[in-house]
């Protein structure tokens, strides 16, 4: 079970940190990735992190250099480090959790991750 939250209402510039913790699962042996949704648009893919500790990230091209996944295996948390928001970026954020490892260039599906959380909703003001 995935649960999402950290979301809220910032202004453009501004940075925020979303969580996501998983129960019930061995956190350390899971994938992990972020996706979101804008208002009128599907569902896409944002971040995700390789198992264990150290492992690959992955990121969009609209995020690359602004937000960072990073996860704390101790206290089955995943994170998401979002810098320098702009109101493009304003979303319901989804995390979802791939038992083992990534393949390949697959990250980006929605369709491998196996659970997925409720969304938190980020705002981004101009």
């Known amino acids: 079970q995935l649960q999402a939250s950290g979301g809220g209402l910032v202004q453009a510039g501004d940075s925020l940190r979303l969580s996501c913790t998983a129960a019930g699962r061995t956190f350390s042996r899971d994938s992990f990735g972020w996706f979101r949704r804008a208002p009128g648009k599907e569902r896409e893919f944002v971040a995700a992190t390789m198992p264990w500790g150290g492992g690959a990230t992955y990121y969009a091209d609209s995020v690359k250099g602004r937000f960072t996944i990073s996860r704390d295996n101790a206290e089955n948390v995943v994170y998401l480090q979002m810098t320098s928001l702009k109101p493009e970026d304003t979303a319901v954020y989804y995390c979802?959790?791939?038992?083992?490892?990534?393949?390949?260039?697959?990250?980006?599906?929605?369709?491998?991750?196996?659970?997925w959380g409720q969304g938190t909703e980020v705002t981004v003001s101009s």
């Open positions: 979802a959790a791939k038992r083992g490892a990534l393949h390949g260039a697959t990250y980006y599906l929605q369709r491998i991750y196996d659970y």
